[in-house]
């Protein structure tokens, strides 16, 4: 029987993927695997690509960008894997970091869904494991309450800022770009909502997990190098809005239609801070990345009625 199923969406990615299949191969010896990867209509060479030094991977190609969900949706139904492995193209495991995952797994048969230690491509810690999102965090987050006091388990709860992300822990969220997933679980529990094209599909789905009894965890011993955005650095203005949309919508499938105008509320909040008080330094500056970031909270504030 297969061990793992690795299911990689990609979209316009094709030197990261290039390089995050090479990590795979290179890095996983012992496990009976099949690499799925599901392609949204990439106009890179993407397809091409693994065709040609891939020839062993599954690829299933669509016509157009399906969303993430949707993406992974297709290739979590072909997969035959004990375990199914969501990667993201832009994610590059280390030295035998899915093997061990996979162990964890065997280990603990109550988890259902576990992730490793996500690095940045300098080295750096990443913070890849988060509370459920609920609107105390979000106001902590619109006064920047989780900036002033990250220390403390009350208002820095939703990135888990108080925590070193040095032991195993039962967690509430993994991020999807490394999460391993049971297979018989999942088909308990469901594919990702595909009402999610992009954000917040992990979220809905650890939330699902735990409300059938799995557990989520985050082992600390491994880990992969994530450079965050792969896909998606050409449009961060429309990034910030496409996030918000995915979380407004999981507030509203997972507490309420009142629990979701309450969060835009707090959002709304939280663009007049940075948008008003800030203008001086977002207009004044050179940088392009600051001037993006005042017009990406300007375009969430004008977008929130129709969130």
């Avoid at 496990?31 to 020839?55: C, K, W, Y």
């Avoid at 492995?85 to 048969?109: C, K, R, W, Y």
């Avoid at 792969?230 to 979380?247: A, D, F, H, T």
């Amino acid at each position: 029987m297969t061990d793992l199923s690795v299911v990689i969406a990609n979209w316009n990615t094709c030197d990261l993927l290039a390089r995050c299949l090479r990590a795979v191969y290179d890095t996983t010896s012992h496990l009976d695997l099949e690499v799925i990867v599901v392609d949204n209509a990439s106009t890179d060479g993407s397809q091409e690509m693994v065709r040609q030094e891939f020839p062993g991977v599954s690829l299933i190609a669509n016509t157009e960008n399906l969303g993430f969900a949707k993406a992974n949706n297709q290739a979590i139904r072909r997969s035959q894997g004990r375990y199914v492995l969501l990667l993201n193209s832009d994610t590059f495991v280390g030295e035998h970091t899915i093997e061990q995952m996979v162990a964890f797994m065997d280990s603990h048969p109550e988890a259902g869904i576990a992730g490793c230690k996500l690095l940045y491509g300098d080295g750096r810690l990443q913070r890849s494991c988060t509370s459920f999102p609920t609107l105390f965090t979000e106001l902590c987050i619109a006064t920047h309450l989780d900036k002033l006091f990250p220390t403390s388990s009350l208002f820095g709860r939703y990135l888990m800022t108080y925590w070193d992300f040095d032991d195993v822990r039962e967690v509430d969220v993994i991020l999807g770009a490394f999460m391993l997933a049971r297979a018989p679980a999942v088909g308990e529990v469901g594919l990702l909502d595909e009402r999610y094209f992009m954000y917040s599909e992990e979220v809905d789905w650890c939330y699902r997990f735990k409300q059938k009894g799995w557990k989520v965890y985050f082992y600390p011993f491994v880990s992969a190098v994530h450079l965050w955005g792969g896909s998606i650095k050409r449009i961060r203005v429309e990034m910030l809005v496409q996030m918000y949309r995915s979380r407004t919508d999981f507030f509203r499938q997972c507490y309420g239609r009142s629990s979701a105008i309450l969060l835009k509320l707090l959002v709304g909040l939280g663009c007049l801070f940075r948008i008003g008080p800030g203008a001086w330094h977002y207009l004044r500056t050179d940088d392009p990345q600051t001037r993006q970031k005042w017009q990406a909270y300007w375009r969430l504030l004008r977008a929130l009625p129709t969130l």
